[in-house]
């Protein structure tokens, strides 16, 4: 009986290479965790710059708020300026506002800096304001596609209020950054350029903190910054005529012009002095809405377009709303017109 062949058992590694793999790994283990310490340690010293100009309140700082390059900027609002009444009116008047613009498109709007950082919402609200349509792709996914759709929008935004002298206190990297102050700055000089039916609170500031990395160090300073002013500076009427001086001088003489703010005296003088009948169906005889009034003055308005005038500085909103100025200066330019008719 032939005995079985000898397995020959298998060399064993040889130990000091074992223990170089071994430290090996641990020193690869030790120099990430050491990077990590780096990098947390980093965070920490963002946090402690900025949280130390914010006492007793804190930021609720995102780690790639404090991971600056060497002069690279950031920019948060104080939680003390959140929390103001007149921002969160301001915030909230903004939102509703876009939200009425898009109603047709389906589109919801509820935190501003998440909803319009990437240039979708953008698009579509100044393709409904001005009536236009971009040439952009409708939907991008990727950072650099999202940089160029805004890049786009805003240039179109900039065609329009640059020659009308508007300071543009926004760019690509703030908007798509999620900087509040600077989508709150675009989206108010979008409502005032387009005259919005909105009333915006006036004298709205906010605290802003502003951190910079220099020599490897962050620094961090607060800055105040204006978001609106007053109505009428808002609404782009700066110098005061003498219905000013009337209105401040004899507010009593001027209830009359009252009976124009359901805009159907407007509808049939305008018919009286061109001397044509206005169809009962294009307005409203007895408006009993805000909507119907500014209805009625907004065809008014087209009226007075038809007969040679230029357009009302004034909006159909402010006539129905009682602004004596704006229905005044609407007369006025009526009766400097049509002052000669027999």
Same mark, same amino acid.
């Given at each position: ?90 915030? !909230? ?231 004596? !100025? ?17």
């Amino acid at each position: 009986m032939s005995s079985a062949p000898l397995r020959s058992s298998p060399p064993r590694p040889h130990r000091m290479k074992k223990d170089e793999s071994f430290l090996g790994k641990l020193g690869g283990t030790l120099a990430r965790k050491k990077r990590a310490k780096e990098v947390s340690d980093l965070q920490e010293e963002g946090k402690n710059a900025i949280n130390s100009s914010l006492s007793p309140a804190s930021v609720d700082i995102h780690p790639e708020d404090t991971l600056l390059e060497e002069n690279e900027e950031r920019t948060m609002i104080d939680p003390t300026s959140k929390e103001d009444p007149k921002f969160k009116e301001l915030v !909230k008047v903004l939102i509703d506002w876009v939200n009425d613009v898009l109603v047709e498109e389906r589109i919801i709007v509820k935190q501003l800096e998440e909803d319009l950082y990437d240039g979708q919402v953008l698009q579509k609200l100044l393709e409904k304001l001005g009536d236009c349509k971009l040439n952009v792709a409708e939907v991008t996914q990727s950072e650099i596609g999202q940089k160029q759709k805004l890049q786009t929008v805003l240039e179109a935004v900039h065609e329009l209020l640059r020659p009308h002298g508007w300071v543009l206190r926004w760019n690509v990297d703030a908007i798509h950054g999620k900087n509040l102050v600077a989508i709150l700055h675009l989206l108010i000089s979008l409502a005032m350029h387009f005259r919005a039916p909105i009333r915006l609170p006036e004298h709205v500031s906010v605290q802003v903190v502003v951190v910079r990395k220099r020599e490897g160090l962050l620094h961090s300073n607060h800055i105040t910054e204006e978001l609106t002013t007053t109505s009428e500076m808002m609404m782009g009427r700066f110098e005061r005529d003498a219905f000013d001086t009337l209105f401040d001088h004899a507010p009593d003489k001027l209830s009359v012009v009252k009976r124009f703010a359901d805009g159907v005296y407007l509808v049939l003088l305008m018919g009286l002095l061109e001397n044509y009948f206005v169809p009962l169906h294009n307005f409203y005889l007895t408006p009993d809405s805000f909507d119907q009034k500014v209805h009625n003055v907004a065809f008014a308005f087209e009226l007075m377009l038809d007969g040679g005038l230029k357009k009302p500085k004034a909006r159909p909103e402010d006539v129905v709303n009682l602004d004596l !100025k704006s229905t005044l200066r609407v007369l006025y330019n009526l009766f400097t017109k049509y002052k000669n008719v027999e």
